[in-house]
């Protein structure tokens, strides 16, 4: 579905300056491409670039038309992504670290930071479960593959609980909605917004969030091939994405109001899940060695465990500026 943003919705966010200058002359020209096809999904600041369209007013004059595509969590869109069926796209930690694991054709181009508190383990408002120990047991939903899937481990462990001691079940953000208001599951795994979105539900009590965790960093990737033939358009993709983000945190209200238009959630659920502790828009950029060591041991941690079949170097799997140098 296509929506006619407002005017102070499309560059009220005071980015027509910032763009222009990632719009200079030789910074995106060298790229063959004539179409950039970007996956994203409801959280994320892709949205909000979609919303802006930022990457059309960057690309409008290369010719390079842009395309999106829309995906409830991040595994298919990396699915997607390594089959060539999309060029670009934004997700939580863990799904690339699936991805790579099953050897797929995408690299990590950038990563952003989150709130430690976009996590959240729900239950029914009347359940007896009232700790992460009464977990023991319990069937608990969560997209495998996803950030809530690494959340239920890193809160399972608080309580010196493993996944073992649970029955999992791989659910999609709307299945699990589903199976939470039907009782067939104990207790649901997720993100915002669909977190955000859980907490405006009568029925629903947040038993606990990752703000006891550690860091949250989210990702974007490339498909490899994408990257190596346009590394020029992927660093004015990520500085774009930079500028987007920094203009979106300065002007909080009518990013709000974006969001809001753009994914048809309310804006108080956007409210909620944008400002969250810790939640900046601004904190978008190139993959840094400290992304690289988070993901490697969130990698290490889930080849430990059996979940993935094969140690993974996650350095010889990330691009970098330099490339498009």
Do not use: C
Request: proline residues 5%; aromatic residues 8%.
């Amino acid at each position: 579905m296509t929506i006619n943003l407002t005017r102070r919705a499309t560059f009220g966010l005071g980015l027509g300056s910032a763009l222009a200058s990632l719009a200079a002359p030789g910074l995106l020209r060298a790229a063959p491409a004539r179409e950039l096809r970007v996956g994203w999904q409801k959280g994320g600041l892709l949205g909000l670039v979609k919303g802006s369209r930022a990457f059309d007013r960057v690309l409008a004059d290369q010719g390079i038309k842009v395309s999106w595509a829309e995906f409830t969590s991040g595994p298919p869109l990396l699915e997607a992504l390594s089959a060539d069926a999309l060029d670009f796209g934004y997700t939580g930690n863990v799904p690339p670290i699936f991805a790579h694991a099953a050897r797929g054709n995408l690299v990590f181009v950038g990563a952003g930071q989150g709130s430690r508190e976009g996590h959240a383990i729900l239950v029914p408002e009347s359940s007896p479960i009232g700790s992460i120990a009464d977990l023991k047991g319990q069937k608990i939903a969560f997209k495998r593959g996803s950030s809530a899937h690494y959340a239920t481990i890193k809160l399972l462990a608080t309580a010196g609980l493993t996944l073992d001691d649970i029955t999992a079940q791989d659910l999609s953000p709307p299945d699990a909605i589903a199976a939470f208001d039907a009782g067939a599951i104990g207790a649901w795994a997720i993100w915002d917004p669909y977190f955000a979105m859980a907490q405006d539900r009568p029925n629903t009590r947040v038993l606990a969030t990752t703000e006891i965790v550690e860091p949250d960093y989210n990702f974007y990737s490339a498909n490899r091939d994408f990257a190596k033939a346009n590394p020029a358009l992927i660093r004015g993709l990520i500085e774009t994405i930079q500028a987007v983000g920094r203009q979106g945190q300065a002007d909080l209200e009518v990013t709000i109001k974006t969001f809001a238009q753009e994914t048809g959630l309310s804006e108080g659920v956007m409210r909620r899940a944008l400002t969250r502790k810790g939640a900046d828009l601004g904190l978008q950029g190139f993959i840094e060695p400290r992304h690289v060591a988070y993901e490697q041991g969130i990698a290490d941690e889930f080849f430990r465990l059996g979940i993935i079949p094969r140690q993974l170097d996650i350095a010889s799997v990330v691009w970098t500026p330099q490339t498009a140098s």
